[in-house]
């Protein structure tokens, strides 16, 4: 009897082990390594994904036949560095551990992120009345078999997720409608001028401020930076304390406002959308994103230069490419009415030192930014002109990772020195010279002592500008299109757009 009984218990012992501990499983992959993906050329590209623990998987690409050997960990985790030839395919790969994948219509050349906030997240299609400029025709004529696809689906997570949402798409008329205008525009001047393939992941989502695209120890770590994870937890117990005033006299529960909201949360995007694919090997990435945090420009003069360090140092390459949109020209007032303010601050400062800020951040090693700021649309903050930006930033790309000769810059305030009654601006990516648009100076103020600004003349001098007013005798400083919608008229000959640019440091003044 008590051999039975042994026997029986061994027998329950055994079959919860394997319940436990199944003898095989699936070899399973994240979405960002899939049909149809781009990997990076000439590197060292990393393919990974889970099994069971201690099972074998090996890894063989087409190009080479080369096998790479790995083991999944103890948690399921497995990974095969594989090293990538120059720009080609389609390839295919093969993935064998207990069960066999094959990845098919795989090519290699360049992959890109394009993130952000809505202007980024902008589709090919347009929005409701917000159409892209030339985008039914830029649709119609996008097929093309070496551009491919990547949507990454919104998503929020307190911690760092293993997966995200999306699948790798040839680029059709029918995928292209959904996909980043801008990311689009980007990737297909860039496959154009190399001939490259070009693969081009668009994770963004409208309306976000920098924080939720961060990874929540760059916050913790900067004693600047650390308040803003208070903030958000102020802001959010006051939507709380609206809720329950709301409950309590049987009305509809209020929305969060901006600062409260789930996606306001910091790091909360990035958990989701960024960190689940930081082990692939990316050429750079393009963002455009800071309308959400205007009115904090000084605070964004670190917090931009500190997401972008999160980003190298989680993608384990401290000089990868990161170009960027300054701020475009907008107002929100209606027709007719005066404008005094946005957001309750004085209008000119809450974009203009955003601007600012972004205009310090190019000065990072490996950093580009695509001004913008005349292709602005009055009461529509998501100007409709996307190619123009998408092939800004695409010039910083050929000119610094590329190896093409062309401008790729428009002028950038460089210094300025006091000549008497006038005030001499010198700036950098002059190219073969300035010019002014239409003939007409336009958009600069000078003050003196006082502080006060008037508008004022300007006359290009070789590759500097001479500012002066008649109404003041001794200059101090002078502004460009210092404002949230300002006049503008600076280019260099490549017809790139000067920066606005402030030669003072000085706070809540008005220009006129």
Sequence with gaps: MESIVKRVGLFIAIITLLIAFPLWADVKLPAIIGDNMVLQQDTDATIWGWAQPGEKVAVVPTWNDKKTDTVANENGKWNAVIKTPKAGGPYTISIKGNNAIKLKNVLVGEV??????????????????????????????????????????????????????????????????EFSAVGYYFGRKVNAETGFPVGMIHSAWGGTLAQPWMRIEFMKNDDYLKPLLDWYRDQYWLWEQECQKAEKEQKPKPQPQGGARPQDKASSIYNAMIAPMTNMVIKGAIWYQGESNAGNGYLYRDLFPTLIQNWRCDFRNFQMPFYFVQLASYTDHKPGEPVTAYRGQPRNHCWAELREAQLMTNTMKHTGMAVAIDIGQTNNIHPGNKKDVGERLARWALAKDYGKEIDYSGPLYAGYRIEGNKIRVFFDYVGDGLVFKEDKAKGFAVAGQDRQFVWADAEIDGSTVLVSSEDVKNPVSIRYAWDIDPETCLYNTANLPASPFRTDDWKEVVLP
Excluded: Y
């Design 112 to 177: 890109w992120i394009c993130s952000g906030q809505s202007n980024m997240d902008m589709p090919m299609k347009g929005w409701d009345k917000q159409p892209i400029h030339g985008g039914e025709q830029d649709i119609a004529s996008s097929k093309n078999p070496s551009i491919r696809l990547f949507i990454v689906g919104k998503k929020l997570s307190d911690t760092p997720l293993e997966d995200l949402d999306g699948a790798w798409m040839e680029c059709t008329p029918e995928t292209v409608k």
